[in-house]
């Protein structure tokens, strides 16, 4: 029966499998954790796999489960499985996601009981879960939370549920919210105790309150366990401990779980996934049969090779290899450049020599590198989609302030506008004094009014009248430098320093969307035309949205990546304190890598987005202040220097020395696509195909004591 099923397959859609491919279709019975490496079409196995139990074994579709985490992998893996076999399986398979399976779950429970609820994500009501919390953090902390800080909280709430973490063990980890535990237990208790009557329940709660039902409720149990004899789940590695307990109460006792996965893509720690499940899993499960499927049908062998060179450091993975039967295709390309713009710059020269910009995609791991980029796109009239955006940068607190000096710099004879940025530099002006002004002359400057101010002492006098000179300068620059005046003038970023100090927040976080500010008033002449340029790019980010399957090139972070494939990627902005992230490094440091682990991870999976190409770009400096290249770039070197396939991977570094074994020594001065253009001190000025040097063993690299 088996060969007649691939037979069909072959017959009717031209699928082929290879070997381990099979067996995990072929699996009935018990526990299996399919280890699947990127490439390796684990969702058209898995959707075969549910074929082949409906065919061979007369499974009924509705008592398969098939879950993912998003809805759109849920909608895909559905698609997908109705397109192939919709024309021969007509009933349905539960293709969801494993929030939407728990709240069925609730939804059923509180039906039979008469239990009122209501969500509060995703409405504007007073149910709103943002303007709960809120509420509890300015009763708890006599002060307002912002939307940075209120979105820290979100996610530490998210994983507090999802990680399954008691209460009382709140003190073995760090929560930067002040009162955290306060602000939880108060949160927890409004949504069960108050004025509507009614169970609040946040996307996170239907985790925690389907298992809770499967826990307490036999006859639910039983229900579930009785329907789903087969229960299947795909990317297994982004499942949290609550979501894999829920999973786990339904497969039992048959057991007959079916996980496909790869923890080496697991990339979302932040939110609970953890890869050592997927570890213990035969220790979970004794009679678990785990099948590795390695072969890698996307990336040339180039990039494959260089891929398990780096997930390898990893030491918490199962140990698996990626292979391939693609060809070697373009070299991986290092390529060092000086500074965020001649960054761009090669981006920009690259993309415009392709024609295909919808198999183009840059990738990067902060959402604030994708604004800079976005901006030059929109003034190279390039198209693109933008997977996912900092939402929050274009009404930033940051942003209002900068505004605020500036406005205020045109009217310093504004209450409420000194009100907005008063603690924001050393004014040294007391709310007292704050409270006199507002009931003096509104014509007058204010710091006319102040130093009028009863038992004002002789010096603050002088510090007042300087602060009024210095914005009547601050009035007459160019948004560029009245950015840079705000900052080190009147020292609002020390301010800043001290404020992430107090709060929690990250100093490097703060700095950077300053950085990108001044990086987008670049060029402009008046606040105006900077204000219309922050306008005009927020529009073009969110109407990209619209480009998705137009010709247009890709952007997104490493993390929203996963799943994707292109025929040519960039990876960006690869230095010390971006990809390993700071936290990481020092945890490291420290003895704990498992956060550099996760780094590596999310490194790993922005690589194996690529079929053909891959430039990895890193910079010397960033901000105007020198950078470090980040150590997996260093890793990858110490691969290229190791191995003998030099046609694997070149290191390329503009204004490096090399020696031609035909034209003698040269500077590097230019690199575009597989090209490398040399100054020869005998020949000139000349262009070789990299590939053909390194392949010949034409070119070499001279240090300067050679």
Known sequence: MSFEFFDFLKAEFNMDFNDKQKTAILHKKGPVLV?????????????????????????????ILALTFSKAAARDMSDRFYDTYGRIITTDINFSTIHSFSYKIIRHYYHINRIKYELIEGVKTHYNKRYILQKIYRDVNRSSINDDKLDELLNSISFVKNFMIDIRDFKKYKFNTKNFDEIFIAYENYKRNNEYGMILLDFDDMLIEANNILDSNDYMLRKYQKQYKYVMMDEGQDTSLIQNRIVEKIAYPQNNLFIVCDDDQSIYGFRGADPKYLLDFQKRYTDAKIIFMEQNYRSSKNIVDISNELIGNNSMRYPKKMITEN???????????????????????????????????????????????????C??????????????????????????????????????????????FNSYISKKELEYLKEQNRDKSVFDNLVSYPYMKEFKKRNLLAFKEDFETLKAK????????????LKYEERLDSYAEL????????????????????????????????????????????????????????????????RKVFMIDLIEGEIPTKDSIKLDSMGDSLALEEERRLWYVGMTRAKEELMLLTVEYKNNQEVEYSRFIKEIETFANRSKQRNSFIPLDIDCIVRHKKFGLGIVKGIKDSYITIYFNERGLKELSVDMCMRRNLLETVKLND
């Open 327 to 377: 060809p070697q295709n373009e070299p991986v390309k290092i390529v060092r450049l000086s500074n965020e713009k001649e960054q761009l710059d090669y981006i920009i020269s690259s993309i415009k020599l392709d024609k295909s910009l919808d198999d183009i995609a840059i990738l990067y791991r902060n959402n604030l590198s994708g604004i800079g980029l976005a901006q030059r796109l």
């Open 503 to 566: 709060t929690g927040y990250s100093i490097d976080n703060l700095s950077n969307i300053l950085n990108t500010l001044e990086q987008l008033a670049y060029g402009t002449h008046s606040m105006q035309e900077f204000v219309d340029k922050l306008n005009n790019l927020k529009r073009a980010m969110h109407e990209s949205r619209g480009n998705r399957k137009k010709s247009a090139v890709t952007l997104s972070t490493l993390h929203s990546s996963k799943g994707l494939e292109f």
């Open 379 to 424: 003034e190279e009239n390039i198209q693109f989609y933008m997977k996912d955006y900092h939402r929050n940068f274009f009404s930033h607190w940051i942003l209002n302030d900068i505004l605020n000096f500036v406005r205020f710099s045109y009217d310093d004879t504004s209450v409420p506008l000194l009100e907005s940025i008063y603690t924001k």
């Open 478 to 489: 160019r948004p560029l430098e009245a950015i840079r005046f705000i900052r080190h003038d």
């Open 35 to 63: 280890l699947a490496t990127p490439g390796s079409g684990k969702t058209t196995v898995l959707n075969a796999h549910i074929a082949y139990l409906i065919f061979r074994y007369k499974v009924k579709p509705e008592n």
